[in-house]
């Protein structure tokens, strides 16, 4: 099986859901339909702040390649077209994420495998940010249009779809118990779904007197339903999204040891400003770290990134 190659200007699109927040219609953070808008592979953000993860030497057409780990990054305008007017584009537009899912094991350019999404066969999507899961729902629009291709096996089928696997099921587990013990990310259920529902088509009447009230109620807690949103984003604020983090961890293990590279890594923070602890295999000596320890703490600051090993990037360059 074949798979033609990423390049920085390649464009990828999609559709999913993402919560819309519109108060007083919508006054708790609610998954809708949302267009995962058009962007290339090197985003401005995401490259300024080391999302991206393309090749510097390796260039097809003169342009940078795709390589496993890449993630289109922060700032994807995504927007939810029932509702337009949504006040969670502040949080979700700063988290947007679009990563490569599939990787081809046997063909690596500058010691990393190749990223592949494509349309065509195998199909190989993209792993796109969503409301209450993220999912495998961008696709690649003009890659096609490259000249070189590279072998992908049925392992590297099988973690990529492992790998999407673990992600959906986490975030169906904690949204239900989100939603289960009353938190507002539980806006997934049905009754709040069938509420809104009501009130977008009409089919609900409500007195003006219950409008006022629920607008006053909406607009004083809106502010705090959205730094709370952006908080839960940097790190878990309760038991659930610790466990939820963990539990991401732990697939992370899973996936890093069916490759023969066991690492467990726990990460807090945003875009542009962010740590992480990591522990697995120790690295093959370097000129820079002679003795390299199990043990990796990276952290980041805009555009730079460092860890204790002597690796990481400036401004989307790696070191």
Same mark, same amino acid.
């Given at each position: 099986?074949?798979?033609? *190659? ?6 990828? /699109? ?20 949302? *267009? ?5 592979? $090197?985003?401005? !953000? =995401?490259? !300024?702040?080391?999302?991206? #993860? ?21 700032? %994807? ?6 509702? $337009?007017?949504? !006040? ?37 999507? $993209? ?5 209450? *899961? ?34 959906? %099921? ?10 289960? &013990? ?10 709040? /779904?069938?509420?809104?529902? #009501?009130? %977008? ?17 909406? $607009? ?26 963990? /539990?991401? /961890? ?5 996936? &890093? ?8 890594? !726990?990460?807090?923070?945003?875009? =542009?400003?962010?740590? #992480? ?15 390299? &320890? ?26």
């Amino acid at each position: 099986m074949r798979c033609t *190659i990423n390049v920085a200007w390649d464009v990828s /699109a999609g559709v999913l859901t993402h919560n819309v927040l519109a108060t007083p219609i919508v006054p708790v953070p609610t998954p809708m339909i949302s *267009i995962e808008m058009i962007c290339t592979q $090197m985003w401005t !953000l =995401g490259f !300024l702040l080391g999302q991206n #993860k393309l090749t510097t030497k390796v260039l097809h057409k003169s342009g940078p390649i795709v390589l496993d780990g890449h993630d289109c990054g922060t700032m %994807i305008p995504d927007i939810t077209p029932l509702m $337009m007017a949504n !006040l969670f584009y502040v949080i979700s537009w700063p988290f947007s994420s679009r990563k490569i899912a599939f990787a081809s094991s046997t063909v690596q350019m500058e010691g990393t495998p190749t990223g592949c999404a494509q349309i065509g066969l195998p199909l190989l999507p $993209m792993m796109t940010c969503g409301d209450p *899961i993220s999912a495998p729902t961008s696709l690649v629009l003009s890659n096609q249009l490259n000249t070189v291709t590279v072998g992908i096996t049925l392992f590297d089928l099988f973690m990529g779809t492992i790998g999407i696997l673990i992600s959906i %099921i986490i975030d169906f587990v904690f949204e239900m118990v989100d939603a289960n &013990s009353g938190n507002w990310t539980g806006a997934f259920s049905r009754e709040n /779904a069938g509420k809104v529902t #009501k009130s %977008i088509f009409g089919r609900q009447v409500i007195s003006l007197e219950v409008m006022e009230q629920v607008a006053r109620t909406a $607009m004083d807690s809106v502010a705090l339903t959205l730094v709370t949103a952006f908080v839960k984003k940097l790190g878990p604020v309760n038991g659930n999204d610790a466990l939820k983090r963990v /539990a991401g /961890a732990v697939g992370g293990l899973l996936t &890093s040891t069916l490759q023969g590279n066991p690492t467990f890594s !726990l990460g807090v923070g945003m875009p =542009g400003y962010a740590a #992480k602890v990591s522990v697995g295999a120790a690295p093959a000596p370097t000129a820079k770290d002679s003795n390299p &320890s199990m043990w990796s703490i990276e952290s980041q600051v805009l555009g730079y990134t460092r860890d204790t090993r002597g690796g990481g990037s400036s401004w989307g360059t790696p070191l």
